[in-house]
């Protein structure tokens, strides 16, 4: 298996009668499934797309968003997967940057992705995701063939540009090889003890990397099934379709195992087929992750990484019962490092921050940005930003972040993109966002600001002047008024400071 085409051509090899995904009422077995991304493939090739092409993806989880992953990559064009919340300026953002030949979009986005266009060039074709007429999915693959493409394709060639927020208030496109993806996913069921046997539940949004190199890519990877949901997370839901499919493991975020523990409907459920909870993708509270061990009583897996870095550490069932409060260590195929300001590894209790060797599992570099980069990517280690705690035999436990990232429900969220939308208001002198604690979410955004002389405004008035800009979930939860920004001697604003008074009663300040 070299790319991730191979993954839906092996399945159907192997296994071609057996379910591999399902989704509300309807299934697709993997020689249904190889099948339908060969027509589609076939498709891609006769509007002349070839490797190196993008093509983007703005869509809620469906099981057509799958055969678009795995028909772009059989062809070697590179995915680019849109956050559904995005507004039409940020679509329009990640379109001008990676410059996509293709964009299919999903049902309810047609409106948002055609204005986002408007003064883009070249203009990316759109393509209706789920619709039947001239311009869809359906009349591309239509009397295709559903013979392998012959396409050669690099499994060092980029396989996906995955975009995060960046420090500068743009996206910034992680490019990431087949390769790469292939040594994660493969190093994440090595570890997630996944088997082909298990039926998983991808409860994050595919255009997600820990819901579609997490979890979906895994298990297909492996011959299991995986059961897709929805956009939304409602506890009930996600337990009822546990007890009707048999599930045996699931990637809940924080938030969600709070949901779900704090639901008081959560106990009528027969979820006695779930063994395995992957959880990760932000901090979470040592009363949430306890009371889920007691209603669940199967196996815990944290799972650390990160767009740039993948998955590159776990704590194991086995470790939860004496360092439930680390963090966990380096997993399969990961090679990390703790390190000072000197690059010297730290000693056991010392802080220092985590760098991940860039091979097999790290980022090619950033899409069209050779300066972050070489700013991140340095003499073939990629550094994270995050602070953590040497704890001996290999664990660690993160601390803080070098950056100011704020990790929301599993979303990274940068404070300059919010505060960027925050001076734009007529009475706004400044503004500084940083992340408080939050039960639900692990984080929150939470904004200190500074108003214009004898200017006036409410904090709700600022909330939902950023809610009309950019996606909801960035926009601040609270805001407070102060009359300047603490600041150090050279004039950096000193998060640190407006961060304190939220965490000093807690342990860590992630």
């Known amino acids: 298996m070299n790319v991730i085409g191979d993954i839906a051509r092996l399945g159907a090899k192997r296994h071609p009668d057996k379910i591999a995904l399902i989704m509300g009422e309807r299934a697709l077995g993997y020689g249904e499934l190889n099948a339908e991304v060969n027509r589609l493939a076939h498709g891609l090739l006769a509007l002349g797309i070839v490797p190196g092409d993008r093509v983007g993806l703005l869509a809620e989880n469906c099981l057509e968003f799958v ?20 507004s039409v300026d940020e679509i329009a953002y990640v379109t001008g940057n990676a410059t ?8 309810g986005y047609e409106e948002r992705a055609a204005e986002a266009m408007g003064a883009l060039l070249p203009e990316p074709r759109l393509i209706e995701l789920c619709g039947a007429g001239k311009g869809s999915l359906a009349a591309l693959t ?8 012959a396409v050669a394709v690099d499994p060092e060639s980029a396989a996906m540009v995955i975009y ?3 420090t500068t208030g743009f996206p ?15 190093a994440i069921a090595f570890e997630g003890d996944l088997r082909g046997g298990d039926v998983s539940m991808v409860s994050l949004p595919l255009f997600h990397n820990g819901g579609i190199n997490g979890m979906l890519l895994p298990t297909l990877l492996m011959g299991a099934t995986a059961v897709i949901t929805g956009k939304g997370f409602v506890a009930t839901e996600q337990l009822a379709l546990v007890a009707k499919h048999q599930v045996s493991v699931v990637m809940w975020v924080p938030a969600m195992l709070a949901m779900l523990v704090n639901d008081p409907q959560t106990p009528r459920f027969d979820v006695s087929s779930l063994r395995k909870i992957w959880y990760g993708a932000s901090p979470i509270s040592p009363p949430v992750l306890e009371r889920a061990r007691q209603v669940f009583g199967a196996g815990f897996y944290q799972f650390y990484g990160m ?3 993948g998955m590159t550490s776990v704590l194991r069932p086995e470790d939860h019962a004496t360092r439930a409060h680390n963090t966990g260590r380096e997993m399969y195929c990961a090679d990390l490092r ?24 790290g980022m090619i570099g950033y899409f069209g940005n050779p300066e972050a980069t070489r700013e991140t990517l340095r003499e073939g280690w990629i550094h994270t930003g995050d602070m953590a705690r040497n704890e001996g035999e290999g664990y660690f436990t993160i601390v803080d972040r070098l950056k100011d990232m704020i990790i929301s429900g599993g979303e990274n969220i940068y404070p300059k993109e919010i505060e960027n939308q925050l001076v734009l208001h007529p009475a706004v002198l400044e503004a500084a966002c940083f992340g408080v604690p939050d039960p639900q979410w692990g984080e929150a955004v939470a904004a200190a600001v500074v108003l214009r002389p004898h200017a006036r405004a409410t904090e709700e008035e600022l909330i939902a002047h950023c809610a009309a800009r950019i996606a909801g979930y960035k926009k601040p939860k609270l805001i407070s008024f102060v009359q300047e920004l603490p600041r150090n001697a050279a004039g950096k604003v000193l998060k640190r400071v407006l961060r304190a008074p939220y965490w000093n009663s807690l342990p860590r300040e992630v």
Not at 100 to 105: A, T
Not at 172 to 186: D, I
């Open 338 to 361: 703790i390190v000072d300001e000197a690059g010297r590894s730290v000693a056991v209790g010392e802080v220092g921050e985590i760098l991940s060797a860039a091979r097999p599992l």
């Open 172 to 186: 910034k496109g992680v490019l990431f090889s087949h390769r790469a993806y292939l040594a994660n996913h493969l």
């Open 100 to 107: 996509p030949r293709l964009l299919f979009v999903g049902p």
């Open 164 to 166: 995060t927020s960046g």
């Open 307 to 309: 767009c740039e870095i």
């Open 142 to 149: 239509s009397g295709r063939a559903e013979t392998e493409p």
């Open 67 to 86: 055969v678009v992953v795995l028909a772009a990559a059989k062809v070697g064009a590179f995915l680019v997967p849109y956050n559904f919340r995005y």
